[in-house]
């Protein structure tokens, strides 16, 4: 027998299982069924709750209080807590997934789910006891409470070891001190996970984690921020001044709060990356509308190749971040490592939201300029701007997903893209007045 024989029977067993294998891979580039039905539920719901009122709470600054109300009765607001907590007990999957769908219908919705999910009620889940889950988890599934999470200060950035927030033991109390900033969802919360230094000279060491009701006395806030969007959405400083909360409020071991801190961040990526991509697919989505819609030299945009090129290269990068979302998700469902998967989701996701959004006041230019809803390209363009400069910046990022060395990064953010400027023509002009 042949060489060529033997080789041939020999790998016949193993191309049968690699058609096996490929087959089972094949099968699952679709979502499971529960997913699909999340997807459509999701997407049913913000057509119908969120994306009407989505401008007008984003312009006055209006916490959707119903909304949130409404998406606590479906299980958004805990999705990976497990049934006996009174959560929905679904995957992170899902929970991507979800946040997609919500944002894409109402970005300050999206972060407020955000927050309670990842931020709030993670850390509590992963770290708290069986008595401070009952307590600090259950009353925040259902939306008629939701938290909050303190670790940012004005002096620190994203340097959470440089806290400079303290705590001191005295009887059977800990006392906090110091002013915690940016923080989301504060001014709705009643309750948040805050960070703050048990001994200053260990640095991250020193650092531990605690839960602490709002209001309390020595809890104060300050005034909300003027943000470039997601408006509807609190943020403000946070400030301790002899602020007492007992012992047991304690989350975790002493000295473990950097540790919570960061594991808390990777989740919150995947959650940051999900609300990107939903605002990257309404920006996409309101231009291929009016890529349609609009006609020039007697045929819709759509028929330019130029406008082709650009439609095209936002979908590559949509579609692109959303499979590195995905696979962050699905590498922590299996309690794999996803911190760099998570980062360069985030990353990804943030940028392509940005970069979708500037370029769709290219095709879109007569609309460009107008209030919302007419107005609705600018109003996407200003919405990434927060979401990229969170959880934090995108050269933090390259750092953690191994991109760039880490060290000293610098990261500035301009409207020095082309689509920002004199984009009006005399349609737009006219477009522009209130």
Same mark, same amino acid.
């Given at each position: 027998?042949?060489?060529?024989?033997?080789?041939?029977?020999?790998?016949?067993?193993?191309?049968?299982?690699?058609?096996?294998?490929?087959?089972?891979?094949?099968?699952?580039?679709?979502?499971?069924?529960?997913?699909?039905?999340?997807?459509?539920?999701?997407?049913?719901?913000?057509?119908?709750?969120?994306?009407?009122?989505?401008?007008?709470?984003?312009?006055?600054?209006?916490?959707?209080?119903?909304?949130?109300?409404?998406?606590?009765?479906?299980?958004?607001?805990?999705?990976?807590?497990?049934?006996?907590?009174?959560?929905?007990?679904?995957?992170?999957?899902?929970?991507?997934?979800?946040?997609?769908?919500?944002?894409?219908?109402?970005?300050? =919705?999206? +972060?407020?789910? $955000? @927050?309670?999910? /990842? %931020?709030?009620?993670?850390? *509590?889940?992963? !770290?708290?006891?069986?008595?401070?889950?009952?307590?600090?988890?259950?009353?925040?599934?259902?939306?008629?409470?939701?938290?909050?999470?303190?670790?940012?200060?004005?002096?620190?950035?994203?340097?959470?070891?440089?806290?400079?927030?303290?705590?001191?033991?005295?009887?059977?109390?800990?006392?906090?001190?110091?002013?915690?900033?940016?923080?989301?969802?504060?001014?709705?919360?009643?309750? =948040?996970? +805050?960070?703050? $230094? @048990?001994?200053? /000279? %260990?640095?991250?060491?020193? *650092?531990?984690? !605690?839960?602490?009701?709002?209001?309390?006395?020595?809890?104060?806030?300050?005034?909300?921020?003027?943000?470039?969007?997601?408006?509807?959405?609190?943020?403000?400083?946070?400030?301790?001044?002899?602020?007492?909360?007992?012992?047991?409020?304690?989350?975790?071991?002493?000295?473990?709060?950097?540790?919570?801190?960061?594991?808390?961040?990777?989740?919150?990526?995947?959650?940051?990356?999900?609300?990107?991509?939903?605002?990257?697919?309404?920006?996409?989505?309101?231009?291929?509308?009016?890529?349609?819609?609009?006609?020039?030299?007697?045929?819709?945009?759509?028929?330019?190749?130029?406008?082709?090129?650009?439609?095209?290269?936002?979908?590559?990068?949509?579609?692109?971040?959303?499979?590195?979302?995905?696979?962050?998700?699905?590498?922590?469902?299996?309690?794999?490592?996803?911190?760099?998967?998570?980062?360069?989701?985030?990353?990804?996701?943030?940028?392509?939201?940005?970069?979708?959004?500037?370029?769709?006041?290219?095709?879109?230019?007569?609309?460009?300029?107008?209030?919302?809803?007419?107005?609705?390209?600018?109003?996407?363009?200003?919405?990434?701007?927060?979401?990229?400069?969170?959880?934090?910046?995108?050269?933090?990022?390259?750092?953690?997903?191994?991109?760039?060395?880490?060290?000293?990064?610098?990261?500035?953010?301009?409207?020095?893209?082309?689509?920002?400027?004199?984009?009006?023509?005399?349609?737009?002009?006219?477009?522009?007045?209130?």
């Amino acid at each position: 027998m042949s060489a060529a024989m033997l080789l041939a029977r020999a790998c016949g067993p193993i191309r049968g299982a690699l058609r096996r294998q490929l087959h089972t891979i094949y099968q699952s580039v679709e979502l499971p069924e529960t997913h699909q039905m999340l997807r459509q539920t999701c997407q049913d719901f913000a057509e119908k709750e969120l994306v009407p009122m989505a401008a007008q709470i984003d312009k006055e600054h209006r916490f959707p209080a119903a909304q949130v109300k409404k998406m606590g009765e479906l299980g958004l607001l805990a999705m990976d807590v497990p049934e006996e907590l009174s959560g929905a007990g679904l995957d992170y999957l899902a929970y991507a997934i979800a946040m997609e769908e919500i944002s894409r219908g109402c970005a300050s =919705t999206g +972060v407020i789910m $955000s @927050v309670n999910n /990842s %931020l709030y009620l993670g850390p *509590i889940l992963k !770290f708290g006891s069986k008595e401070q889950k009952q307590k600090w988890i259950q009353p925040f599934t259902r939306g008629d409470k939701i938290g909050c999470f303190a670790l940012s200060e004005p002096g620190n950035g994203s340097d959470a070891g440089a806290a400079a927030t303290t705590a001191r033991e005295e009887g059977d109390s800990w006392v906090l001190n110091g002013t915690k900033a940016w923080i989301t969802n504060c001014w709705e919360a009643s309750a =948040t996970v +805050v960070f703050a $230094s @048990v001994d200053r /000279s %260990l640095r991250h060491k020193g *650092i531990s984690a !605690f839960l602490v009701p709002m209001p309390t006395p020595g809890l104060s806030l300050g005034k909300k921020e003027d943000k470039l969007g997601i408006k509807a959405s609190s943020t403000a400083n946070v400030i301790f001044e002899d602020c007492r909360i007992p012992k047991d409020n304690l989350l975790g071991e002493p000295g473990m709060g950097f540790k919570i801190a960061m594991q808390t961040l990777d989740m919150g990526r995947i959650g940051i990356a999900a609300q990107a991509l939903g605002i990257a697919q309404a920006a996409l989505d309101c231009a291929v509308n009016y890529a349609e819609n609009r006609k020039a030299f007697g045929a819709p945009l759509t028929k330019l190749q130029g406008i082709q090129f650009k439609l095209a290269d936002m979908a590559l990068a949509l579609e692109s971040a959303r499979l590195l979302t995905w696979r962050a998700a699905m590498l922590k469902d299996n309690k794999k490592p996803f911190s760099k998967e998570a980062a360069m989701a985030k990353l990804a996701a943030s940028e392509a939201a940005t970069a979708i959004s500037h370029q769709v006041s290219i095709p879109s230019a007569a609309c460009a300029w107008a209030r919302p809803p007419r107005g609705l390209v600018v109003w996407h363009l200003l919405l990434p701007q927060p979401v990229l400069l969170t959880d934090p910046t995108p050269a933090f990022q390259h750092s953690v997903g191994g991109l760039l060395p880490p060290g000293p990064l610098l990261f500035t953010l301009g409207h020095s893209d082309p689509g920002w400027h004199g984009l009006r023509d005399r349609d737009a002009s006219r477009a522009a007045l209130p």
